[in-house]
């Protein structure tokens, strides 16, 4: 049977390297991914994780992937190395790829209060949690309360993690900067809205743009009727209802773009009517204080692609209003019923009595859940103290509203702000509240089931004043792997080299394999620049740690297989983390064509280093040539783009030098981090790993 050999040299992660954790990498976390280069020959891999503290050792067998992630085993304050190697078959082993050494950071969450009321009833995942005191911070536990992952001391401020697993906040880093910014759990800002916006809450499209939210201002007047008119009219306000004498502010909600260009705004001041305010909580005692009226105090945004529309909380007029995008037009006002609010009765859903809400969202099913955090409750129930509520309400033929399921806190945990509710995927609520009833505060998460029994229960100290607490399934959910098959060693021109040996067939197989616990789409662009290989493009959804095998067919034709080899080109893009773009080129050799392979002996380089390394900002990039010819020397990023073509001519045989500045083929200085080096010849590839600290 005739074969068809493929010598598939990769580059963009250095050969036969591990990936991460990179070696001298600090974690922030303790449910770690390992990953590493796919290596020839392999039936499965074999981890081995080495404790240093303790000189404990862990192995991980029959890894059928080039990624782990290991939720055990790690602990915070400590440091590790890993290694890895294939199995081929028998008692035969690769060699070891490795080590590499990193350590995890020290946990930074106080005490907490973990019970676990009924195990086999909480929805399986951790949990995700942060606020704004005593300093802006975030966490994540798991059931047992033991503290997975925190944000460095970042001062970020979770408010939101999308179906995909991204991570949306504020952070006082950098201020105001990151008042709006998406993250991974790395603590890379992946887009920050570079302008200070309020901090409430921001959604992104699938257009990659961002809803967020800033305050606007314009004078309005005092009420005549306030438990404070005499004071502001002591003050020399006429407070009579009708003169616009005081500062007033709401907020605006802007749609940026990833450059953060305001592509859209939408006022209160041009759509809602200033006669409805709150004239019965505690907004115009803030007033008085801070000389400036928090009217809307807006401060949750969804929005639906469905509908085209947006989902306004607007805390201060107890009120949720529908807003027709990009019309801005207002379709919906849901709030309390005159007078609490002065047109109320023109809205709808009166009778749901919600006030001083946080965190609306919309469900699959098309209901609705907030966390009612009830601040004049006492005034609308027939109950003397305040108490707090996790509601999910429906909205009938945009007229009628009628609550669904609704959760009621004890007094002893009302929260006056703050708060959220979560649907879980079991039909738990996970629920959050800052529990101001009691003395002292007990900020408290609960999942209760759709029949009311708690079954978790986490309780912070009063320092806590958390704003939001999410169930998440996992911890990075970027993590996918791309395999090859078949793939093994060969030997070209007495070489040794890596290779895809395929029969006569013509295929070449890739697995593209999600390893998260987000079902997550993936873009693929499987192409090389001489048509060997018939181009393949295609966005998939994987579910999530499923996979999706890509098959490539090899065209037969001799008639485009002119010259000696062509160069396959993979890449493949997890869409809502392109961060984590692997994009992988490979040289392909047709043996059929033995002439193509045997008479294309060309340069042979040894002996290559660069000096120093880390570098800044220049460094030597010293090789040997053994046999003069054409040469090609590239720089590329992390992501695998080119940045700088270091040089590209014919070389004469003995050693070489060339100089790398840090700089791209524009002459502009690049940033720190690592860069890979390319030497390429009509024979082989070589491959370096160089650093660049400023």
Known sequence: MNKIILFLALFGIVNAELIRPAHGQELNYIHVVFEWEQLPDAISYQ?????????????????STTVLLLESNII???????????????????EWMGPATFHTK??????????????????????????????????????????????????FKINHVDEYGSLYGNSDHSFPENTACKINYDMNILWASNIRVDPHDMKETSRNTYFVMKNTYSNGPI??????????????????????????????????SEEGDILWEWNPFDHFQMDDFDNHGHTWLDGYIYMEYDWT?????????????????????????????????????????????????????????????????????????LFDNGNISNQLFEHEQRISRGIEFEILEDSTCNIVWEYSLPPALYGHACGSMQVLENNNRLIFTRGVGAN???????????????????????????????????????AFSVMLSPYSKIDVNEIEM???????????????????EYSQPYEYTIKDKRKWIRAVHGIDTIDALGSLEVQLNYNNSQMIRKTPYSELQISVTPVKHPYAKKYQELMIFDQLNNSSIDNTRGPIVSNIDNVPNPFNPNTTLKYELLVGGPINITIYDLMGREVKTLFDGYQEAGARAILWDSTDDNGILLGTGFYFYTIRTSSELKKGKMLFLK
């Open 297 to 369: 105090h807006s401060n949750a945004l969804w929005f639906d692609e469905n509908e085209s529309a947006i989902y306004l909380s607007s805390r201060h007029l107890s009120r949720v209003t529908k807003i027709d995008y990009p019309s801005g037009e207002i379709l919906l006002n849901i709030t309390l019923p005159s007078p609490y609010i002065s047109n109320g009765d023109s809205y709808i859903g009166n009778n749901l009595l919600f006030n001083f809400q946080h965190h609306i969202v919309k469900l699959d099913n098309g209901n609705y859940t």
């Open 223 to 256: 009420p005549s009727d306030n438990s404070l008119t005499d004071i502001f009219q002591g003050l020399g306000f006429a407070a009579d209802d009708t003169t616009n004498e005081f500062p007033w502010y709401g907020q605006r909600i802007l749609e940026l």
């Open 47 to 63: 981890l081995e994780l080495h404790d240093l503290s303790s000189n404990s050792f862990f192995t991980f067998d029959s890894l």
């Open 440 to 478: 002292p505060d007990r900020p408290t998460i609960l999942e209760v089931t759709h029949d009311k029994q708690i079954v978790w229960e986490m309780r912070g100290t009063q320092s806590y004043g958390w704003y939001r607490a999410l169930r998440i399934p996992s911890l990075h959910p970027d």
């Open 106 to 155: 020290h946990s930074r969450l106080g005490y907490r209060y973990i019970t676990n009321h009924e195990d086999s009833l909480i929805q399986p995942g951790l949990t995700i949690f942060g606020g704004a005191s005593p300093n802006r911070h975030s966490f994540v536990i798991d059931k047992h309360g033991n503290e997975i992952w925190n944000d460095d001391g970042y001062k």
């Open 498 to 516: 890596s290779g895809v040996i395929i029969d006569s067939t013509g295929i070449i197989k890739i697995s593209i394999k999600n390893e998260s």
């Open 76 to 94: 915070w304050e400590n440091s590790y190395q890993w290694k890895v190697r294939a199995w081929l078959g028998e008692d035969n082993y690769s």
